[in-house]
């Protein structure tokens, strides 16, 4: 029987390493398929623009990538851009990540009156579009506050978010055990340092998934920040707009804009992705 047994574990090893090999090699597949569009971007961006309809396609890198770097970085002033764009999606990303931190501990694991009421309201308002807003956004940012063609106008109105609130809540009402906060209260704690050494530790992997999703909104932003800031004060979004506009569009600078307007996520990304592979694979654990 022993022996029977053995030899169907060896007899199913094999088949088990084959089924290995083929996944690894479909996971290769589908990631060389999605980075595929962001290493063309590349081959475009080092050709000149008629290598961007040429047929067959170039499939290598040219010589003319620093060129149209520094050309696309100057004519459509990157660098006033990309420090608008640094700034308003650095401070989008931290107020956000705390404000929603803060109100989803309330909703998760506070008791107070109304909560129910102010979580409804909460989630009436990621019902309605935001576009539906603009209109009297613009006008108090003009008239009102007088903040159009500043950063303010574009970072305090996207300061919280009602999905992190949501999103936050959800997680630490499974995630961060009661217990633990009465714990910390019998050693005598306040709300405040149980905020900062309890809930916060608990909340690393959502708030990395948080942040990374808020930056990655805020940085491809178009809209807004072209009605709040005007071409003077540009976003990386706004100042691509510049070089896709006008009666000839030259491919070869707009993705070589598109490269330096897509290096900050990437870097965000590799700071923050070991952190959401974390959070990820928590809420699958958890499912």
């Not at 990631?31 to 595929?36: L, M, Q």
């Not at 569009?37 to 290598?51: E, I, K, R």
């Not at 640094?86 to 909560?115: H, M, N, Q, Y």
Request: proline fraction near 5%; hydrophobic fraction near 55%; charge should be positive.
């Amino acid at each position: 029987m022993t022996g029977n047994r053995r030899a169907g574990q060896r007899a199913a090893a094999p088949a088990q390493r084959r089924a290995g090999t083929r996944t690894y090699l479909l996971l290769g597949l589908i990631a060389a398929v999605s980075a595929f569009p962001l290493y063309w971007s590349l081959v475009a961006a080092s050709n000149d623009n008629s290598a961007a309809g040429s047929w067959p396609p170039k499939l290598l890198p040219g010589t003319h990538l620093w060129a149209n770097l520094q050309q696309a970085y100057t004519q459509a002033n990157f660098g006033l851009a990309l420090i608008n764009s640094i700034i308003a999606a650095t401070l989008i990303t931290v107020c956000v990540v705390l404000t929603s931190t803060l109100a989803g501990f309330a909703f998760a694991k506070l008791r107070f009156r109304g909560s129910n009421a102010l979580l409804g309201i909460l989630l009436v308002t990621m019902m309605v579009p935001a576009q539906l807003g603009i209109i009297p956004l613009y006008i108090m940012m003009s008239q009102w506050l007088g903040w159009t063609g500043h950063l303010q106008a574009v970072i305090v109105p996207a300061a919280t978010s009602a999905f992190g609130v949501f999103l936050v809540r959800q997680y630490l009402s499974d995630a961060l055990p009661t217990a633990l906060l009465e714990a910390g209260r019998m050693d005598g704690c306040s709300t405040h340092r149980l905020y900062w050494h309890v809930v916060l530790p608990a909340a690393r992997p959502v708030a990395a998934v948080l942040a990374l999703f808020t930056f990655m909104n805020s940085w491809n932003d178009f809209f807004w920040p072209l009605l709040a800031l005007g071409q003077g004060n540009p976003t990386t979004q706004v100042a691509l707009s510049t070089l896709a506009g006008g009666y000839y569009m030259d491919y070869s600078l707009v993705l070589a804009g598109t490269l330096i307007s897509t290096a900050p996520v990437l870097v965000v990304f590799l700071f923050l992705g070991k952190q959401i592979i974390g959070g990820i694979m928590q809420g699958a654990v958890k499912a």
